[in-house]
Nanobody, 127 residues
Framework: QLQLVESGGGLVQAGGPLRPSCAAS????????MGWFRQAPGKEREVVAA????????NYADSVKGRLTISRDNAKNTVYLQMNSLKPEDKAVYYC????????????????????WGQGTKVTVSS
């Protein structure tokens, strides 16, 4: 069973950076396309970034393009989300998730297609 644990959230001033990470255990992470999602109070969970098994292909929500970068280190079984130029509207609980695919270059952006979820890490941005 694949288990995911996020860390690295916290409180940051607007314009500042943060770098949450997602550590996997139980399975080899390179077999899974990954995604980062967020859920703000009173809102639905939304995808912010997704990455293929190989790490070559990525996809971003329009609201975060140019500010957030997803990456992965399969040797360390870890996925990262570099967050720059944070805005108050980025405040949310951020989750990493994994799905299964035999294709190394596929990126999955549909929340419903993800099978494994972490517990989330909270990001708060002060104005």
């Amino acid at each position: 069973q694949l288990q995911l644990v996020e860390s690295g959230g916290g409180l940051v001033q607007a314009g500042g950076p943060l770098r949450p990470s997602c550590a996997a255990s139980g399975r080899t992470l390179s077999n899974y396309p990954m995604g980062w999602f967020r859920q703000a109070p009173g809102k639905e969970r939304e995808v912010v970034a997704a990455i293929s098994r190989s790490g070559i292909v990525t996809n971003y929500a329009d609201s975060v393009k140019g500010r957030l970068t997803i990456s992965r280190d399969n040797a360390k079984n870890t996925v990262y989300l570099q967050m720059n130029s944070l805005k108050p509207e980025d405040k949310a609980v951020y989750y990493c998730a994994a799905t299964t695919s035999s294709l190394r270059l596929i990126v999955v952006t549909n929340t419903g297609e993800y099978d494994y979820w972490g517990q989330g890490t909270k990001v708060t941005v002060s104005s």
